[in-house]
């Protein structure tokens, strides 16, 4: 049995692009990828990052984050 532990480090805004897509970032804005940036499920505008070898990543191939008040996914 393995665990491991993430830790949260806060990614300023103007800059998430660019860590997630660091070669892309110049071709799409925040806004085109997720409106205003508050959780469609409860209003909430803080997101984690989910970890690139999290599942729903692999799977998925994209950046997904998870509003961190009720949970809901979305990718970047």
């Known amino acids: 049995m393995r665990f491991f532990q993430s830790v949260l480090k806060e990614i300023p805004s103007d800059k998430i692009l660019k860590h997630c897509y660091p070669t892309n970032h110049k071709k799409m804005s925040l806004e085109d990828r997720i409106?205003?940036?508050k959780c469609?499920?409860?209003?909430?505008?803080?997101?984690?990052?989910?970890?690139?070898e999290s599942a729903?990543?692999?799977q998925g191939g994209k950046d997904y984050c998870e509003c961190m008040n009720c949970g809901h996914t979305i990718h970047l």
């Not at 469609?40 to 690139?52: G, H």
């Open 40 to 52: 469609i499920e409860c209003d909430c505008d803080s997101w984690i990052l989910l970890a690139k």
């Open 35 to 37: 409106g205003d940036g």
């Open 56 to 58: 729903i990543v692999v």
